[in-house]
C-alpha cells in the first residue's frame, strides 16, 4: 500500500524558515519528478516546487522563487521542502506527490502558519 507522509509543518512568524519533509513507503520516488503542493483556506490546490528524477533540475512557482529549496533523496525515499523568509500568504497545508503517471494517493499534509 503506497503512502505519503509529510511533516515539518508549524507555526512561524514572518521571516522565519522552515524544513519539510516528505517520505513515501510501499513505492518509490527514485524514478520519478516530485512536487510540493499547498493548498490554502478557500484555494485550490496550487503547484509550489518540483524536482526531476533524472538530472535533480529544480522548479519553482513564481511566488517562492529564491526562497524555498527542494531537494530529495532516493536512498531514503524522500523529499523536502526549505522554506525560508516565510510570508503570511505562505499559509496552506502542504503536500508532496510523485507525478501522475505514479498515480500515488495524496497523503494528509502538513499545515504551515505564517503569522504577521
Known amino acids: 500500500q503506497v503512502r505519503l507522509v509529510e511533516s515539518g509543518g508549524g507555526l512561524v512568524q514572518a521571516g522565519g524558515s522552515l524544513r519539510l519533509s516528505c517520505q513515501v513507503s510501499?513505492?518509490?520516488?527514485?524514478?520519478?519528478?516530485v512536487g510540493w503542493y499547498r493548498q490554502a483556506p478557500g484555494k485550490g490546490r496550487e503547484y509550489v516546487a518540483g524536482i526531476s528524477w533524472s538530472y535533480g533540475n529544480t522548479y519553482y512557482a513564481d511566488s517562492v522563487k529564491g526562497r524555498f529549496t527542494i531537494s530529495r533523496d532516493d536512498a531514503e525515499n524522500a523529499v523536502y521542502l526549505q522554506m525560508n523568509n516565510l510570508r503570511p500568504e505562505d499559509t496552506a497545508i502542504y503536500y508532496c506527490n510523485a507525478e501522475a503517471r505514479a498515480n500515488y494517493p495524496w497523503g494528509q499534509g502538513t499545515q504551515v502558519t505564517v503569522s504577521s
Open positions: 510501499g513505492a518509490t520516488f527514485s524514478t520519478y519528478n
